[in-house]
């Protein structure tokens, strides 16, 4: 399990406009960043206002922070909002979900050039390994859907969120895990995205439900290691 050691931001509203504007000239685009670095770097912030700090660790990633799910985390202000930005999908600031995940895999499994074993088994190392995105390459060349290094980006990014708020069922298998583990499924044809719309939202048991119906697909850690 990836645990750091974090203080919550406490911030006036006019510290808050000047880290904005200092994030947008700080951009960290190029620095390698695994897990634990990405999860550091995102700062805690709670205020009454939502979605007043925004930073940008990846070109075409903005996070906006505090979320919705601020006082979820323990400590309090760990939420953020995802949002990503990819013309070849028209998406400008698209804020990034779990439905994203299951469609874009769907799609570049179906897509018969497109590596998708070796994609789904960077994605498993980058949530589970911890790995960097920038380890793991791919031509968007008969690519369909969502950029893949785009999208190896926003991944981590949403398992750092996740982290943050589920972390206590890491050890089960759960939180930031379980958009992989399904994902997993779609990828080895065991399972498709529209199941896993019926039954993600039931979060782990959602996930043995639906093992226990179509099969259970091989582990995210044997996919990389």
């Not at 070109?59 to 949002?83: K, N, S, W």
């Not at 992989?180 to 019926?198: L, N």
């Amino acid at each position: 399990m990836f645990c750091t050691s974090l203080q919550t931001v406490w911030l006036r509203e006019s510290e808050l406009f000047a880290r904005d504007r200092a994030s947008s000239q700080n951009k960290l685009i190029g620095n390698l960043m695994d897990f634990v670095t990405l999860h550091e770097i995102i700062p805690y912030v709670s205020t009454g206002q939502q979605h007043i700090l925004t930073m940008s660790p990846y070109e075409g990633i903005t996070l906006r922070m505090p979320g919705r799910h601020a006082f979820d985390t323990d400590p309090e202000g760990g939420d953020f909002v995802i949002e990503v930005t990819d013309p070849e999908m028209n998406w400008v600031n698209h804020q990034f979900t779990h439905d994203d995940i299951f469609k874009d895999v769907q799609e570049k499994t179906n897509a018969p050039k497109f590596p998708s074993e070796g994609f789904m088994a960077a994605y498993a190392a980058i949530v589970m390994g911890g790995q960097d995105p920038e380890r793991h390459r791919f031509m968007k060349l008969d690519c369909p859907g969502i950029d893949p290094n785009l999208f190896l980006r926003a991944a981590q990014c949403l398992a750092v969120a996740e982290h943050r708020r589920y972390h206590a069922h890491e050890r089960n298998g759960g939180g930031r895990y379980l958009p992989a583990r399904f994902s997993a499924g779609i990828v080895q044809g065991i399972w498709t995205a529209d199941d896993v719309k019926a039954y993600q939202r039931r979060g782990r048991q959602g996930l043995e439900n639906l093992i226990k119906e179509k099969g259970r697909p091989r582990p995210l850690k044997s996919l990389y290691s």
